[in-house]
């Protein structure tokens, strides 16, 4: 059965430092998104991306977040400049069409030091 | 605005016994969509059911049931003769057709002892 696959599945970083979380989505999907997860908190929106730009985006994604499709098949999320804070889960999903049941992929845990 | 409340924080029952999840949203959308993922301690969210407003039929999967009712605007999550394996956190989640983000609730944490 297809999956949304994630790398790494935890990655370390000092603050202040950049960072890429990784992401495949189901291949014939359309729909990208990615969402955070604080330890112990509820999951939270991002943003998705469809047709190769970002069709919406809570408050959290501000201007140190990016995303991109760089390819065919993988799907980014760019922190540029990593803050304490930011130290969480973070999940990509995708889905076929409007309406259409996410996928979750099976997270990155980011812990910023 | 679109808002997912779970009431329950923490659920903990003995094996076997029956439990239901409560699931209470809010939206003005006439068209939406409701989910529940289960997130077991390993972390990942892993898909248990989606209904569409537009059918309020209940489900039931096996040990799983789902009762959605559009007048109270609820979404309960039954899981009957709970197992240990069944201790997770549980979240409803709420989507429009407008907007295709996900509300997710605060989540509910099950213990199932044995």
């Known amino acids: 059965e297809p999956e949304v696959t994630q790398t790494p599945s935890h990655q370390v970083t000092q603050m202040g430092q950049e960072v890429i979380l990784r992401c495949v989505p189901i291949?014939?999907?359309?729909?990208f998104y990615w969402y955070r997860q604080i330890l112990g908190q509820k999951v939270e929106f991002l943003v998705s991306f469809y047709n190769n730009e970002i069709s919406e985006k809570s408050e959290i994604f501000d201007d140190q977040f990016s995303v991109e499709r760089p390819d065919g098949s993988n799907f980014t999320l760019k922190i540029r400049s990593t803050k304490l804070e930011d130290s969480a889960m973070y999940f990509c999903?995708?889905?076929?069409?409007?309406?259409?049941?996410?996928?979750f992929g099976p997270g990155t845990r980011l812990t910023v030091l | 605005a679109q808002k997912v409340t779970q009431a329950q924080t923490e659920i903990s029952v003995v094996e076997k016994e029956d439990v239901t999840l409560d699931c209470v949203y809010e939206t003005r959308d006439t068209t939406y969509y409701l989910f529940w993922y289960k997130q077991p301690p390993s972390g990942e969210l892993v898909f248990l059911i989606r209904?569409?407003?537009?059918?309020?039929q209940n489900e039931i999967s096996g040990r799983y049931s789902w009762n959605f009712q559009k007048s109270t605007s609820s979404f309960n999550f039954t899981i009957t003769a709970s197992q240990v394996v069944d201790s997770a956190v549980y979240f409803c989640a709420l989507r429009t057709l407008n907007n295709n983000d996900m509300r997710f609730g605060a989540g509910t944490r099950l213990t199932v002892k044995p």
């Open positions: 999903a995708s889905n076929g069409g409007l309406g259409d049941t996410q996928y």
């Open positions: 209904r569409n407003s537009f059918d309020e």
């Open positions: 291949s014939n999907h359309l729909y």
